[in-house]
C-alpha cells in the first residue's frame, strides 16, 4: 500500500517536474481559459493566454536593489502551489455581498532570498515580487515590460508628471502612438481587436510607489514609478512642487510582499465591471470592529458655491447656510453633510471662520440624525494631526475628506496609510481628494469608503472635456480599482451645444437622467449631491429617487455595456432593485429586461427616462410608475447623451 502511494505521488509531480527542468512555471484559471507562466533563464518573463490566444508575449520583470538585481540568471529552489477558493464577506458591501477568491498559485523561491508569486483567475492573472532579505533594502526601481502580440488601440490616461491628482480624460490610441515620453496613470484600458479585453492595475500597494505606465512607439507598455522625494518647496497649504528627487523608489523592508500587478480579462465588456481582483488580492480587514463604519450619501456645498436662495439670511460659509443643508438631508434620509472649503482658515485647522459655530452645527446636525463630515488640506492636516483628530473626535465629527495630496511615491502612500488607521481609530470615514486611484487600502480599512482620482462632475465647473463618453469610459477603468468619487446629481443639465463652463452656478453635460443614472453605475458608498439644496427642492420626482438610492449594493447584474458607449447596471439592496443606463452623444435604445426579478414577486416600479424633447432641453425627463414583474422587457429611449433610472420596490400583500 505504501509503495502505491509514493507511485501516485510520483506521477503527480511528473508534469511539474518537466516543467521544473524548462524552467517555466505555470498556472490555469480554475475555468482552464487562462494560462500563465514565469519562465526563468537570462531573464525572468511573464507570459499569458486566454483561450488559446496571446495575451502576454515573452515579458521581463525584475527588481533592481542597491547590490543586486533580482530576476536574470537566478536559480530557483522551490515551488509551492496551491488552489485558492474561498468566499470573502466585505465589510462595505460595493458591489456585493459575497466575493468568490478562486484562484490557482504558484510560488517560485529563488536563491537570492526572494520570490515571485504567480496566481490565474478566471477574471484575469496577477503577479508578485517578495523579498526574505534582513534589515532594510533600497529599491532602485522596478521593471514590467509588457509585450503585446499586436498593435492593439488602448484608452491612455494622459498624465504630464507623477506630481499628479491623476484626474485624467483619456485618448483613444494606438500602443504604436505612445512613446517613452508619454505617461499614463492607471487603470488602463487595451481593447485588441479581436479577443478580450486587458485591463492593467495594481493592488496591495504598502509602502511603496504606486505604478504608472510609458509607451515604447511598439507593442509594449511598460511599467515605472515615482521616485522618491528629496526636495520639496512649500509655496501654499497645497501647493508643494518636488524640484529634486532621490535615486530610488523605495527603502523598506527587506521581508515583504510587493504589490500586486494584475491584468483583469473580459470578453465582454460587462465583464470588467464585476471584476473584483483589486479587492481580493489586497490584504484584510485591520479594523478590529468596523460595525461604527457607515456610508450613504452627502449634500455637498462646493460644487454649487453655497448658493441657497429663496432665504431669509445672506447665504455663504456660515452656520445658517449649514443649517439649511442640514435641514435638506434630515428632510431628505441624506445621510451627512460636508463643509468643504472655508470652514477654517487656511493654514491652521484650529482657527475657525469667524463665522462659523461648529459646535452649533454639529448639535444641529445630532439632534435630525445627519452626520458632519469636513474638508481639510493634507499638509494641513498632517503639521497638526494628533490634535486635530482629538478636536474632531471631540466635536463628533462623522468623517474627514482629505484634500491636495497629489502624489503617488512611496512619502504619500504610507500617508495614506497613516491617516486611514488614525481615522479608524478615531472612528471617522475617510474621502481622499486629490488622489491616486484606489489600490487596495479599502479592504484594509474600510472606513475609507471612497476617494476621487477621478474627473469627475467638478469638471463642469471649468472643463469643456466631461462628456457622456468620458462619463462611459471611467466605469470600464478607474472604477475597477476601487470606488470613486464623481459627485453626481446636477439638476441644471445641458445638451453640447448649450453646455458652457461657469464656476459658480456650473451645469453639467447630458441629461437629468444621465445624471440620476450615476447614482446606480458609479460605485461610492459615500455618494456626493453635487447640487444645491434649493435646486433639489423645486425637484421633488426627483427627489424621490435621489433620497431612496442606497450607495451599497449586494448584488450587481449588468445588462448591457460597451467601454465609452453606454451601459445599463442592475443593483440590488434589500429587497428593492435599482438600475441605472447611460448613452454618450449617440441616442439610442437600451433593452430594459426585468427577468432577473424573481418569479412570481410584484414590484413598483418607478421609471425615469428623457423627455421626449431631451435632445433639445436636457432637463427635460418623464416619471413613469407601474407595477411590473419578471415579464417587462421594453426598450427605452435615451437621448444624446442620456439616461434612465428606475427603482424596483418589492410589493407585499
Known amino acids: 500500500m505504501k509503495t502505491n502511494v509514493k507511485l501516485i505521488l510520483v506521477l503527480l509531480l511528473l508534469p511539474f517536474i518537466g516543467m521544473a527542468q524548462k524552467n517555466v512555471y505555470t498556472v490555469k484559471s480554475p475555468d482552464k481559459n487562462i494560462t500563465f507562466s514565469l519562465k526563468v533563464s537570462d531573464i525572468t518573463s511573464i507570459t499569458a493566454t486566454y483561450k488559446g490566444q496571446t495575451l502576454l508575449k515573452s515579458s521581463e520583470i525584475s527588481m533592481t536593489l542597491h547590490n543586486t538585481v533580482l530576476g536574470p540568471n537566478s536559480e530557483v529552489l522551490k515551488v509551492e502551489k496551491q488552489a485558492i477558493s474561498e468566499v470573502l464577506k466585505p465589510v462595505i458591501q460595493v458591489k456585493t455581498s459575497k466575493i468568490k477568491n478562486e484562484a490557482n498559485e504558484a510560488t517560485i523561491h529563488f536563491k537570492n532570498n526572494y520570490f515571485i508569486v504567480i496566481r490565474a483567475y478566471n477574471e484575469g492573472f496577477a503577479y508578485r515580487f517578495g523579498t526574505t532579505i534582513d534589515g532594510k533594502i533600497t529599491i532602485l526601481s522596478e521593471t514590467g515590460n509588457y509585450q503585446f502580440i499586436e498593435n492593439h488601440m488602448l484608452w491612455w490616461g494622459k498624465e504630464k508628471k507623477f506630481q499628479s491628482h491623476n484626474q485624467v480624460f483619456f485618448d483613444y490610441k494606438s500602443m504604436r502612438q505612445t512613446s517613452n515620453t508619454d505617461l499614463a496613470s492607471l487603470p488602463l484600458i487595451i481593447n485588441p481587436s479581436k479577443g478580450p479585453k486587458i485591463v492593467i492595475t495594481e493592488t496591495d500597494l504598502i509602502d511603496y510607489p504606486g505604478m504608472w505606465l510609458r509607451g515604447n512607439n511598439d507593442h509594449s507598455l511598460y511599467r515605472v514609478s515615482a521616485k522618491y522625494p528629496k526636495t520639496i ?111 477654517y482658515v487656511l493654514g491652521d485647522m484650529s482657527d475657525i471662520a469667524p463665522e462659523i459655530d461648529m459646535e452649533e452645527i454639529i448639535a444641529y446636525a445630532k439632534e435630525r440624525n445627519v452626520g458632519v463630515i469636513v474638508w481639510c488640506v493634507w499638509k494641513t492636516l498632517d503639521e497638526q494631526l494628533v490634535e486635530t483628530f482629538k478636536q474632531f473626535e471631540a466635536w463628533g465629527i462623522h468623517g474627514i475628506k482629505v484634500d491636495f495630496m497629489n502624489r503617488d511615491d512611496q512619502e504619500m ?184 426579478l424573481p418569479k412570481g414577486k410584484k414590484y413598483k416600479m418607478t421609471l425615469y427616462k428623457d423627455g421626449i424633447n431631451a435632445n433639445r432641453i436636457a432637463t427635460d425627463f418623464k416619471q413613469v410608475k407601474q407595477t411590473v414583474d419578471q415579464t417587462y422587457n421594453q426598450k427605452i429611449h435615451l437621448a444624446k447623451g442620456g439616461g434612465l433610472a428606475v427603482m424596483l420596490t418589492l410589493e407585499t400583500n
Open 233 to 343: 518647496v512649500t509655496k501654499t497649504d497645497r501647493v508643494l512642487p518636488i524640484t529634486e528627487r532621490e535615486d530610488y523608489i523605495a527603502i523598506t523592508e527587506g521581508t515583504r510582499t510587493f504589490p500586486w500587478r494584475i491584468f483583469a480579462v473580459a470578453e465582454k465588456d460587462a465583464d470588467i465591471i464585476n471584476n473584483q481582483l483589486t479587492y481580493v488580492l489586497a490584504s484584510s480587514n485591520q479594523i478590529k470592529d468596523p460595525s461604527w463604519i457607515q456610508p450613504g450619501k452627502v449634500a455637498w456645498d462646493w460644487w454649487n458655491a453655497n448658493n441657497v436662495y429663496g432665504v431669509d439670511f445672506k447665504a455663504g460659509i456660515n452656520t445658517e447656510t449649514y443649517k439649511y443643508y442640514i435641514d435638506f438631508a434630515s428632510e431628505y434620509g441624506i445621510e451627512n453633510i460636508l463643509l468643504d472649503e472655508g470652514w
Open 413 to 596: 502612500v504610507n500617508y495614506y496609510h497613516k491617516i486611514a488607521k488614525m481615522a479608524a481609530d478615531h472612528k471617522l470615514i475617510v474621502d481622499f481628494h486629490g488622489s491616486f486611484k484606489p489600490a487596495g487600502l479599502r479592504r484594509m480599512y474600510p472606513n475609507v469608503l471612497t476617494r476621487e482620482g477621478v474627473n469627475g462632475g467638478e469638471e463642469f465647473k471649468w472643463s469643456m472635456k466631461q462628456t457622456p463618453e468620458h462619463d462611459l469610459i471611467i466605469p470600464f477603468g478607474r472604477m475597477m480599482a476601487g470606488p470613486m468619487d464623481y459627485t453626481p446629481g446636477a439638476m441644471n443639465n445641458a445638451q453640447e451645444k448649450d453646455y458652457r463652463p461657469i464656476f459658480d452656478t456650473p451645469m453639467s453635460m447630458g441629461t437629468r437622467c444621465h445624471q440620476l443614472a450615476m447614482f446606480v453605475v458609479y460605485e461610492s458608498p459615500l455618494q456626493m449631491l453635487c447640487d444645491t439644496p434649493s435646486n433639489y427642492y423645486k425637484e421633488p420626482e426627483c427627489m424621490e429617487f435621489l433620497s431612496a438610492v442606497p450607495t451599497v449594493w449586494e448584488e450587481t447584474i449588468i445588462l448591457e455595456a460597451k467601454v465609452s458607449d453606454y451601459i445599463l447596471v442592475a443593483r440590488k439592496n434589500g429587497n428593492n432593485w435599482y438600475i441605472g443606463g447611460m448613452t454618450d452623444w449617440d441616442e439610442r435604445d437600451l433593452q430594459l429586461n426585468l427577468s432577473f
